[in-house]
């Protein structure tokens, strides 16, 4: 993975390296953190025994659709839909 896809960027564009702490730092603080990722978007690397294991990123709510109508628009043309479709189907063997 690159270096690039671990940074976020500032309201200015600069890029911003998530603050890495080792596991044990991270479970005496993680309610804290949590908070402070809240209200902040800062993001945290979890570290054990000097690599990484988990990341605490800010969470998004992604784009809800509704179900009924999620399909709208996907079908291009379909002129006559009751039509006899061509081909050698089972039931029509004896």
Not at 9 to 17: F, I, K, M, N
Request: glycine content about 6%; hydrophobic content about 30%.
């Amino acid at each position: 993975m690159s270096d690039r896809s671990d940074r976020r960027r500032t309201r200015s564009g600069a890029a911003v390296r998530p603050a890495s702490m080792p596991a044990a730092q991270f479970k005496a603080r993680c309610l804290e953190l949590m908070d402070r990722v809240r209200e902040t978007g800062v993001e945290y690397v979890v570290t054990k025994h000097g690599k990484p294991v988990a990341k605490l990123v800010p969470h998004t709510d992604a784009e809800r659709r509704p179900f009924f109508g999620s399909a709208k628009g996907t079908v291009l043309r379909y002129d006559r839909p009751f039509d006899p479709i061509d081909g050698e189907y089972e039931i029509d063997r004896d």
